[in-house]
């Protein structure tokens, strides 16, 4: 143990800290243990920013960008209306698609970009079938992860230990080195939720309306504005309604014709307000001048909605700009040009107070009313996505053929060897924009600058274990204790650790913390390197037990009204069984 091992793992189990407890951002986590490495010296300038020049993060930005092209040129706008079709035919046949069809994508699109266009049909075909959501929620996200580690390009995490092998002077992963096994993953983990797994998941009622989903029935009500109410004459936002009583207006009534409230809207006398407030607000209501309340009985969903509004559930994405801030910060209403956040499901809660000073979390459910402009500002918005109707943007379908030639390009080119794959990533991506598939400002939307920032930072993790000795001195000690079973068991246990480790923070960073000393295990064992490698990739991208173990897990936890003993119920099982078939059928594929 030297000076410069301590400050490496003393600096590491900081950050495993900070990755677990989210009291930063994991990009800024990781950006700040690189920052701490370069100034303490372990690690120079050069070395410590060579995380953003490596071609594993290059090629997951090139993947966002060419997922994206394909995600919003609509060729895959036939795959909701199939899975629709079936679904509304047989539950056990739907969950089988949902998997099936996850998994086919996911391993050539983004996983969080497949769920993405998949969750708003789900839910609406578990609507119609007046089943749980939750019955298929979670199967779509286990068949998006699982389809992810059938080939190099699935996830991120597998990109990134391909390139840290190759950095270490072993072979990158093959575009197709993965699939055997994977699916054999993949049809483990089908039959398992067939067989089990569909069984131990929630039965959660299903509300007849989205009001009676989030509980607001006591919350909503309707009040007259009278001649002598201080607020006649004045624009929402500046009237007493608001800055004094600190309500939400949803909707104004005048003459008969529902209006949309803005922050603008002037208030007339006779007005009736449809409003969103507790007990006690109700109470000080009734004592402010000028108010008559017109109905206090529960509303529904139909007194929401009408010819210029409606009730709209959006989730915030696991990479958005709005998680930690509030709404106020965000300042969301005037940004969304008066759409008005009612509730929000944040994990096993429903919030309908103080909302504008509620800081969102990754996977939060918002409850918005909003009118038809507002709700295409809102399916624009990449930080939300819209998952109560399945309704998508227009698509362009002249760009559907030069995508998908595109695409299949990137794959055969790198698959074949005819150039590594981060040249054959950046051709496609020049050939999106060259044809006109993509535009430049989609472009750099596209891709998730957080995960980018995380990657450059999480593998000067993997240099400063390489570069000190740290790497040498943690296997040395596996090796010793239990290296001396034999390399079945070494391999065994990479795996537990790696999917315990990837349950509980960032698959990327546990990735590059185990990668590196995955390879000089081997190297010490005197074994192949490959098998090792093999069960560090698989198991940080199968994590099943926890909602944040994996970004799709985060983004069914609200939608599927979903608690945290869902996860370890349906999840703990599975993953112990994936690991006792990892111990077999990896050292098979990939002889020691």
């Known amino acids: 143990m030297t000076y410069e091992i301590g400050v490496v793992l003393s600096v590491i189990a900081v950050a495993v800290v900070l990755f677990v407890s989210e009291k930063l951002s994991i990009d800024t986590t990781a950006i700040l243990v690189m920052c701490l490495f370069m100034m303490l010296g372990i690690l120079t300038p050069a070395e410590g920013l ?33 899975l629709t079709r079936i679904g509304r035919k047989n539950n056990l046949l739907c969950l089988l698609a949902v998997m099936l069809v996850a998994g086919a994508l996911s391993a050539f699109i983004n996983d969080t970009a497949v769920v993405a266009l998949l969750m708003p049909m789900v839910i609406q075909v578990a609507r119609d079938t007046r089943i749980s959501p939750a019955k298929l929620l979670m199967p779509l996200s286990f068949g998006a992860l699982l389809g992810g580690v059938c080939t190099l390009i699935g996830t991120s995490t597998n990109i990134l230990v391909s390139g840290i092998a190759e950095a270490q002077g072993e072979e990158p992963i093959g575009m197709f080195e993965l699939t055997a096994a994977g699916l054999v993953f993949l049809v483990i983990g089908i039959l398992y939720m067939v067989f089990a797994g569909r069984f131990l998941l929630p039965d959660r009622k299903v ?12 919350y909503l009500t309707e009040i007259v504005l009278l001649p002598n109410s201080p607020s006649v004459g004045m624009p929402l936002r500046s009237s007493s309604l608001v800055q004094n009583l600190d309500i939400d207006v949803l909707q104004v009534t005048r003459d008969k014709f529902k209006l949309n409230a803005t922050p603008y809207t002037m208030l007339r006398s006779g007005d009736v307000l449809k409003v ?69 499901r944040h994990r096993d809660e429903i919030l309908h107070e103080k909302l504008t000073h509620t800081r969102l979390s990754a996977g939060d459910v918002l409850l918005i009313s909003a009118d038809k402009n507002q709700a295409l500002n809102l399916r624009s918005n990449e930080d939300i996505l819209l998952i109560s109707e399945t309704e998508r943007s227009h698509y362009d379908y002249s760009k ?32 999106l924009v060259l044809t006109k598939s993509i535009r ?14 995380m990657l450059a930072g999480v593998l000067s993790m993997g240099a400063a274990l390489e570069k000190t000795g740290a790497a040498s001195l943690l296997s ?5 204790s239990i290296g001396s079973y034999g390399p079945h068991a070494l391999l065994s246990a990479f795996f537990f650790i790696t ?3 990837t349950n509980f923070m960032s698959n990327n960073a546990t990735a590059a913390l185990l990668a ?16 090792f490698l093999m069960a560090v990739t698989f198991a940080a991208s199968l994590s099943f037990m926890t909602p944040m173990g994996y970004q799709t897990n985060t983004m069914i936890y609200g939608p599927g009204n979903y608690r945290f003993m869902d996860y370890l119920r349906v999840g703990t099982p599975f993953n112990i069984l994936l690991w006792l078939v990892a111990s077999f059928i990896i050292p098979f594929f990939f002889p020691f």
């Open 400 to 431: 559907i053929i030069p995508v998908l030639i595109i695409g299949v390009g990137v794959v055969l080119t790198a698959a074949t060897g005819m150039a590594h794959i981060v040249l054959s990533a950046l051709v496609g991506v020049v050939l």
């Open 276 to 344: 969103r407030c507790d007990v006690e607000k109700l109470k000080k209501m009734k004592e402010e001048k000028g108010i008559k309340l017109k109905s206090e009985r529960k509303l529904k969903d139909e007194d929401l909605n009408s010819t210029t509004t409606k009730l709209f559930e959006a989730i915030v994405t696991p990479n958005s700009y709005m998680v930690g801030k509030s709404l106020k910060e965000l300042d969301f209403r005037a940004y969304n040009h008066g759409a008005t956040v009612v509730a929000i």
């Open 516 to 531: 590196p000393i995955a390879i000089v295990a081997a190297k010490e064992m005197g074994v192949s390197v490959r098998p």
């Open 499 to 501: 999917f315990m480790t």
């Open 476 to 480: 040395g000690f596996l090796v010793e």
């Open 50 to 82: 060579a995380g953003f020049s490596n071609p594993a993060t290059i090629t997951v930005a090139c993947m966002f960008i060419l997922s994206s092209a394909i995600f919003k040129s609509g060729a895959l706008s036939n795959v909701g209306v199939l």
């Open 440 to 453: 430049l400002d989609e472009l750099y939307k596209s891709i998730e600058w957080k995960v980018i920032f």
């Open 207 to 218: 509300a007849e309306d989205l009001t009676e989903d989030f509980n607001m029935g006591d």
